[in-house]
């Protein structure tokens, strides 16, 4: 059983960044691999960005390529997600999820654990 506790969102103006973090029990975190998704208000769920189990790899959705950086720390159970040159539309709830099946995974059905979210507001 893997709990994540996200952390870090808030409110920041266009053009700014941001660090959220997703914190893990567990001593077998370095067995998952760990995606971002994101949720705005009357849409679906949409992944962000994924690393794999060891940190080595890492794949970006379009929107946020070049701007956002997913990292991990296995030693401190902890995945983040560094956010540079935010905009509106980035404005979203922020989840981050653990599976073993997932490397480098796009899908949310690979994915055994969730975390609560993350709310992250960009004004313009």
């Known amino acids: 059983q893997v709990q994540l506790v996200e952390s870090g969102g808030g409110l920041v103006q266009a053009g700014g960044s941001l660090r959220i973090s997703c914190a893990a029990s567990?001593?077998?975190?370095?067995?998952?691999?760990v995606g971002w998704f994101r949720q705005a208000p009357g849409k679906e769920r949409a992944f962000v960005a994924a690393?794999?189990?060891?940190?080595?790899?890492?794949y970006y959705d379009d929107s946020v390529k070049g701007r956002f950086t997913v990292s991990r720390d296995n030693a401190k159970n902890t995945v983040y997600l560094q956010m540079n040159s935010l905009k509106p539309e980035d404005t979203a709830v922020y989840y981050c999820?653990?599976?073993?099946?997932?490397?480098?995974?796009?899908?949310?059905?690979?994915?055994?654990?969730w975390g609560q979210g993350t709310q992250v507001t960009v004004s313009s």
């Open positions: 999820a653990a599976g073993v099946r997932a490397v480098i995974a796009i899908r949310t059905y690979l994915y055994d654990y």
């Open positions: 690393i794999s189990q060891s940190g080595v790899s890492t």
């Open positions: 567990g001593r077998t975190f370095s067995r998952y691999g």
